[in-house]
């Protein structure tokens, strides 16, 4: 019976199912926070309150045509969106949600979220490049250079939490929050950082080039349609409970809270959702308050002030483990 | 099939096209875009790709000019899809429509010449409210018909 459950853990809950269902919970959310801070009601009559509206958006993508472009690299264009999903399924099987650990817990199981992330924009860029349209490769090339900025202030920020709790799994970051959150301390510093490289790491509105509508039609995902859309949307929306879980996990004490032994499988994930939805309502802050910068400032902002920001970062970090 | 042409109703992305339109009709537009209309209320997208788009709206008279680029951005869109003819200009040549004998030598006499047109919305410009209603009422008239998918789409001309 062992590994039924354990498949159902990882299908079911707090796996795919939990995921996929969170992901366009969270897409929802993220839609309405946007359109309250700009005045506007959001999406509003598909289900109750408009809850529905991802969903509708991904069944109509679902049924629509799939196209490929005739001069498109037909591999490589129809498995990125496979691998994307897969990939970000993958990846947040190491995210905490009911317990200190995630599904899978290894050492060193921070190195492969890194990797994940990196790994997702070398996908975005294989999508651009193997459509072979001038908007897609123009919005590939972005997607790299804002890697080449943000992935570095990204990793050390995680490496400032990783060296104030002592631990390069997630589950040990998570155990040692168990008392007092990473946030309330020097990781901070590094708590600012890091959502400021996942903005970018998401390709949200500050920092949205690879995509930039207004001036490369829709960037990367230009020549995608239909199935293969819908599946790049989802794996996004995976990729934003991704970071917000890793923010959550890293900076927030994870799933842990106050509860007794009985109740924390229903606790636990609900501290989990509630944590990261506050993530993401930062995220979302962001996303209304700023314009979209230009590639210049991007680039200058990364080297000039977010890295050594987050090497100062780390700096604090020892001479406060060191004291 | 319920489902889909329910999230094909709930769900539809717009894609605007200008084919030489005095820009009344594409303020009018813009303006529909705006948080005071809201229309992503009805899960209204504003998207750059004809790749993702399900509803072409078209403002202005069809010039001769801009034929083979509205014809192949009609093509490029995925099926299911539908087009909007938005404005007087666009749904018969407008005050483009009797120069003397017939249409104008260089605008078309409707937008319907060239692409088959689901939805009409009449006036110069017509308001954003009258816009938002010619695509409610087109989502409206999904319900009923049964939509061909899949289909090659003929090179219209």
Known sequence: ?323 | MGLRNWALRKSPWILHFNTGSCNGCDIELVATLTPRYDIERFGMYLRGSPRHADILLVTGPVTRQVRDRIVRIYNQMPFPKSVVAIGSCCMSGGVFSNCGKGPCYNVYAGLDQLIPVNAYIPGCPPKPEAIIDGVAKLLESMKATKRKEGTPDEPAQ
């Open chain 1, 1 to 323: 019976m062992d590994w039924a459950l354990g498949l159902v853990s990882l299908l079911v809950f707090p796996g795919f199912a939990l995921m996929i269902a969170l992901s366009f919970l969270y897409e929802w959310y993220d839609r309405k926070l946007y359109a309250g801070i700009q005045m506007r009601r959001g999406p509003l009559y598909t289900g109750p309150m408009g809850i529905l509206q991802p969903f509708a958006d991904f069944i109509k993508l679902m049924s629509k045509e799939d196209l490929t472009p005739r001069h498109a690299d037909r591999r490589v264009f129809n498995s990125v969106p496979v691998i994307m999903v897969a990939l970000m399924l993958t990846a947040l099987t190491m995210i905490p949600v009911t317990g200190a650990s995630g599904l899978l817990s290894f050492s060193g199981d921070i190195v492969f979220a890194i990797v994940a992330m990196t790994f997702f924009c070398v996908l975005v860029f294989l999508a651009g490049f193997s459509s072979m349209s001038r908007y897609s490769i123009i919005g590939a090339e972005r997607a790299v250079l804002q890697l080449l900025g943000f992935e570095i202030p990204l990793m050390l920020s995680m490496v400032g939490a990783c060296i104030f709790s002592g631990s390069v799994t997630i589950s040990g970051i998570v155990a040692q929050q168990s008392g007092l959150w990473n946030l309330i301390g020097p990781p901070l510093l590094g708590f600012a950082i890091f959502l400021i490289a996942a903005q970018a790491e998401l390709e949200r509105v500050p920092f949205d080039m690879p995509e930039a509508e207004q001036e490369i039609v829709a960037g990367w995902l230009t020549e995608y349609s239909g199935r293969k859309l819908a599946l790049i949307r989802l794996a996004r929306n995976l990729e934003l409970i991704f970071i917000a879980g890793l923010a959550a996990a890293l900076y927030l004490g994870g799933p842990l809270g106050p509860s007794t032994d009985a109740l924390a499988p229903v606790l636990f994930p609900l501290y989990f959702i509630a944590k990261t939805l506050f993530v993401i309502l930062l995220l979302a802050f962001m996303k209304s308050i700023f314009a979209r910068v230009r590639i210049d400032q991007m680039v200058s902002f990364a080297w000039r002030y977010l890295i050594p920001l987050s090497l100062v970062q780390i700096m604090i970090t020892l001479i406060w483990r060191a004291l």
